[in-house]
């Protein structure tokens, strides 16, 4: 199902207490927020199969799926996880707040409100949030699918392209497996079949000292055979052009082809020609689009 998306904050308030609802629901429409109201924890993942909050507020001690329950819930999957959620307790205890931050809360506010201080909370969050979605989008508008786990296998964060790859994946248990075994940078720990070729998840480092790396790339089983039939090439002048698009100068793509640099760029005035390329930086744009910004 698609999400519906707001121009203006989007909050999501999870209570059992239809009073409550109903005084958070005013106190935040007055300050400018669009408010989304659920009373329980499986009603608050209707609402945000269908319309996605930029923050969520949960009560703690709730029947059936309780705040921390949410919590959890929400950071395991990978399209929710980066939502801030701030807690709401009448519990002030430390083991209890504690359990809060341990679930995949953001904040919290104890009970009853000073709404001042409420507001405040959600606009820092709200500002933090929409700085790393910005950073997310920005690596995926590079091709740059990248998640995080945290020391015991459960998902911190991801990219929008990466989410999307991980809701698909159909055995994400080994990344847990992987954390575990505390393997180096650079190796691939998963491959996986997707459409014409093959998805790889490779550890890049870690980030901090409970924040494991990942990257996710997809590799085609045939790039050159798709610029071919695209672009109407011939099988060699679609293997060029898949080196231009890799950035390789035409003295590379001659010694990788074991071809004379002539020949190179005649096959490559050819394939400008037959595809309508001004050059090859337009080239090497329009064969990266067409592969999807494979690795």
Known sequence: ?????????????????????????EA???????????????????????????????DAIMPG????????????????????????????????VLRAFEAGATDYV?????????????????????????????????GRRFFALDDSGE??????????FLAQLSSPESFSEFVRKKSEPGQVIFTSPYQNGVLRVTFIGRDGPQEW??????????????LQEKFGLSAREAEVLLWISRGKSSRDIAEILSISPRTIDKHTEQLYNKAGFSGRAAAAAAASRLLGDVE
């Not at 059992?16 to 629901?25: H, I, N, Q, W």
């Not at 998902?155 to 999307?164: I, N, Q, R, V, Y």
Request: with cysteine; net charge negative; glycine share 4%.
């Open 213 to 226: 790396l990942f990257s996710i790339a997809f590799q085609l089983d045939r790039p050159e055979q798709i």
């Open 155 to 164: 998902l911190l964060w991801s990219t929008p392209k990466a989410a999307e």
């Open 65 to 96: 799926l309780s705040g921390w329950d949410v919590c959890r819930s929400m950071k395991a999957d990978a399209t929710l996880n980066a939502l801030p959620v701030i807690f709401m307790t009448g519990l002030t205890e430390i083991e209890h």
């Open 1 to 25: 199902m698609t999400r519906e998306t707001s121009s203006r904050s989007t909050l999501l308030v999870i209570d059992d207490d239809p009073a409550a609802l109903g005084m958070m629901d």
């Open 110 to 142: 104890t009970k009853p409100f000073h709404f001042a201080e409420v507001l405040a909370r959600i606009e820092i969050h709200l500002i933090a949030a929409r700085r790393i979605r910005t950073a997310h989008a920005a690596l995926d508008s590079v």
């Open 28 to 58: 935040l429409t007055n300050a400018g927020y669009s408010v989304l109201l659920a009373q329980s924890g499986d009603s608050a993942f209707e609402v945000m199969n269908r319309t996605l909050p930029d923050l969520v507020l949960v």
